[in-house]
């Protein structure tokens, strides 16, 4: 064989072994794509069975429930207020809340609500009963009411009461010549109105949902003036076990 039939005949054989290696690289890449598509379409899958899985389902009561409120509407406050306490289904007291946007995150201030009372401190009034349990040592109150008139009889346990912040003071309220407005004062709920750490939203309870309109409205309109109209985005309320209503902002 010549030498220019030996060149040619490698040449060729070099020129086929690049096309195999050419259509090797092809078909694996065809291949990788192939399980590329393969893998997506799992995980959209997947992601569309985990997503129906976690979708929340209402029931009967909440749905009829629902029928009565426009979501399309902004109610004004009593009318949403009628509106939570009818769509409230609960079989126990619930409670109404308040879901205000609003457009900074953080602590928005503090608001003592008019009528949301609490069960988180025992305020007594000073009779012989509770005269007679201070005498023995017993201490079973958080507040401590005393007019002027009995306030002399508490002069002999200024020592046990005084340290611990018990000794009625005219300044704080705890000493006056009417208890019942005092016992009433002090037992109104006192909150730190502030939003989610991530996120400018307010959620807080405003009352219950067998108070009257009236109460329920002047605990919102404290809550909106806390936290100022000009800084609310919007507000909504709602019962324990109910469907959520529009507030209009005025």
Known sequence: MSKT????KAKKAKQESVEVQSQELEQKAVTEETVVEETSTETEETAQITKVKIAKVRGKKYQTAKKKVDVNKYYSL???ISLVKETSFSK???????????YDVG??????????????KKIVVLNDTILAE???????FDILIATPATMPKLLPFARVLGPKGLMPNPKNGTLTDDPETSVKRLSVAKTIVKTEKKAPIVHIVVGKVSQSVEEL????????????TNKIKKLALCATM????????K
Do not use: D, R, W, Y
């Open 217 to 228: 409205a002047a605990n919102i309109e404290e809550l909106i003036k806390v936290v100022k």
């Open 92 to 102: 126990f007291e619930g409670k109404i809340e308040a879901h205000v946007t609003t």
């Open 78 to 80: 009593k009318e949403a």
């Open 107 to 120: 602590n928005v201030g503090e608001i003592t609500f008019p009528h949301l009372e609490t069960a988180s």
């Open 5 to 8: 039939s030996q060149e040619n």
């Open 242 to 249: 109910g469907p959520c209503v529009k507030v209009e902002i």
């Open 134 to 140: 201070i005498k023995n040592g017993q201490v079973n």
